[in-house]
């Protein structure tokens, strides 16, 4: 099966900014824009396929019809397994925290959410939170929460471009303001927020806050900064994902081993794979399919973003 592209699914939350319009060259139909889902095959939210026999389809249809797509052992009643975002906040996002396979499966009949960011732009003194600075009972995270500290006792990153971050599925967690990056992670929307500056949503009321849930699934001890399995082009291997960083010219194989996803975060250049060829400028993307025959050969000058699922 030959390679295609996506369209992207756009979401425009009240924290999003306009750099993925500006510099990213997306089209919604808002003045700003939140996230990018560049490759999403998910209920609130699924790529329609641009090219080949499958144009038109959503991906999650086409992974249906032709389950090989995704790797040799996927099976069409399977859950896709990964998700990418190209995310932008002019507005800090709120302070979060996203379950464990397990218990998002026996309270929201979902996949939990284990995710990396890749810094790809920052404003001057944008930063992150990420865990705690020390260990706390959760009796201390629930009293935070009540008594608007929490803030005071996450761990504040500043952020550089290039930065990569791993989210394990129980860490409190924040995106700043200021900041665009790429966004890795299983294949699932579920989000408890525990606090939100007060703001209210587009509907006038505040939005929802889910702390008793987050009490539950989050680990209130500090988090190993370093990225697992880091090493050489391979900035992030975890149990659910692998992601490398790319310089054109390369050529690459899924050896029928797995799906590979390409995303476009810098350049101008072209891909190639048997009869499918396109050109690939910042913020675009191709899905290789895994049961591809050819090699697919990327020519030009650009930086690129390589994800698969670990299945």
């Not at 995704?70 to 990964?82: A, G, M």
């Not at 929460?145 to 924040?174: E, M, Q």
């Not at 590979?260 to 675009?284: A, E, M, V, W």
Request: net charge negative; charged share 25%; hydrophobic share 35%.
């Amino acid at each position: 099966m030959l390679p295609f592209r996506l369209k992207p699914v756009f979401k425009n939350y009240i924290w999003g900014g306009t750099e993925l319009i500006e510099k990213w060259g997306k089209t919604p139909d808002s003045d700003t824009l939140a996230e990018s889902w560049e490759l999403a095959s998910h209920p609130d939210g699924d790529n329609i396929i641009i090219d080949g026999k499958f144009s038109g389809l959503t991906l999650s249809e086409a992974v249906k019809i032709h389950p090989e797509m995704v790797s040799p052992v996927f099976k069409n009643n399977d859950i896709f397994p990964l998700m990418v975002k190209l995310i932008n906040s002019k507005n800090p996002l709120s302070i979060q925290v996203h379950p464990s396979d397990e218990y998002a499966m026996k309270f929201e009949n979902s996949k939990g959410k284990v995710e990396a960011w890749y810094i790809l732009s920052h404003d001057d003194g944008a930063f992150i939170y990420l865990g705690f600075q020390e260990n706390i009972s959760r009796e201390e995270f629930e009293n935070a929460i009540k008594n608007g500290t929490l803030t005071d006792i996450l761990k504040k990153i500043n952020v550089n471009d290039g930065d990569i971050f791993f989210i394990p599925s129980g860490t409190v967690h924040a995106i700043g303001a200021g900041i665009t990056l790429a966004e890795i992670q299983e294949n699932s929307n579920i989000t408890y927020r525990v606090y939100d500056y007060g703001r209210l949503g587009a509907d006038g009321k505040p939005r929802e806050l889910h702390i008793s849930k987050a009490l539950d699934v989050a680990d209130t001890s500090p988090v190993n900064l370093n990225p697992p399995g880091k090493s050489g082009n391979v900035i992030v291997n975890c149990n659910s994902f692998k992601t490398e960083k790319l310089k054109a010219p390369f050529i690459g194989n899924t050896e029928n081993k797995g799906f590979r996803f390409i995303l476009c975060i810098d350049g101008d250049c072209s891909i190639k794979c048997g009869d499918f060829q396109c050109i690939l400028k910042k913020g675009n993307n191709v899905f290789i399919p895994s049961d591809c025959k050819s090699d697919y050969l990327v020519e030009g000058k650009g930086d690129f973003l390589i994800s698969c699922a670990c299945l």
